[in-house]
């Protein structure tokens, strides 16, 4: 069945520490791929987002993804983890065969340790 | 520039009662969006919309009806509210370029009892 998998409903790291959050798909074809980070109480923030070209995506507040088509996946990176990225995570794709329903995976929510 | 914006951000609910939600958007969007948003599911499409006077289902349209009868305007209805429907309901809007970027609304929480 298609769907969006993201296997870690928590994780937690120490601030200063990496950070890496996976996300693996099921489509035919490499659907459109995107993050978006949600705040406490707060709507849903694009991180970045793949349509084709270079498989390593820079998006904003220092985070980074990766494609990896031979796993279909598309892992969320940060060097550096802050106090301020404690928040939940969502993989979010468009399948090939609809150009406007976006999918979520169930997200990962990142806590900080001081 | 407001972006989205959903009123009321808090509702609750009898069983049975009946609400309507609304979605502004000031940014000339084509496209709209309602999803609802529960513990450990991430966020579900309820129904879209492409344009103005059109709708559509998504993944999970029973119990809801929508309405776009102005372009910046998307409403989410309950004609009948059950306790399966409490939840975060998110709007969202993108332009018809494609690129599919979803702008989000900062929710509103509903409670039926």
């Known amino acids: 069945a298609q769907s969006v998998t993201q296997p870690d409903i928590h994780i937690t790291v120490s601030e200063g520490a990496s950070l890496e959050l996976r996300c693996n798909y099921s489509?035919?074809?490499?659907?459109?791929l995107f993050w978006y980070v949600q705040s406490p109480g707060q709507g849903l923030q694009l991180l970045l987002k793949?349509?084709?070209?270079?498989?390593l995506v820079q998006g904003i507040k220092g985070f980074e993804a990766e494609f990896k088509r031979s796993q279909s996946s598309f892992n969320l990176r940060k060097p550096s983890v802050h106090w301020s990225d404690a928040a939940e995570y969502f993989c979010?794709?468009?399948?090939?065969?609809?150009?406007?329903?976006?999918?979520f995976g169930s997200g990962t929510r990142l806590l900080v340790r001081p | 520039n407001a972006g989205v914006t959903q009123t009321p951000k808090f509702r609750v609910l009898k069983t049975g009662q009946s609400m309507t939600l609304l979605c502004a958007q000031d940014?000339?969007?084509?496209?709209m969006y309602w999803y609802r948003q529960d513990p450990g599911m991430g966020l579900r499409l309820i129904h879209y919309?492409?344009?103005?006077?059109?709708?559509a289902k998504g993944e999970v349209p029973d119990g809801y009806n929508v309405s776009r009868l102005k372009k910046q305007n998307f409403l989410l209805g309950l004609e009948s509210a059950a306790p399966s429907q409490t939840s975060v309901y998110f709007c969202?809007?993108?332009?018809?370029?494609?690129?599919?970027?979803?702008?989000f609304g900062a929710g509103s929480r509903l409670t039926v009892l």
């Open positions: 969202a809007s993108s332009p018809v370029s494609g690129a599919n970027v979803l702008t």
């Open positions: 489509y035919g074809a490499t659907p459109y």
């Open positions: 793949y349509f084709s070209g270079d498989t």
């Open positions: 979010a794709v468009v399948p090939m065969d609809s150009s406007y329903k976006l999918i």
């Open positions: 940014m000339n969007h084509e496209y």
């Open positions: 919309s492409v344009g103005e006077g059109t709708t």
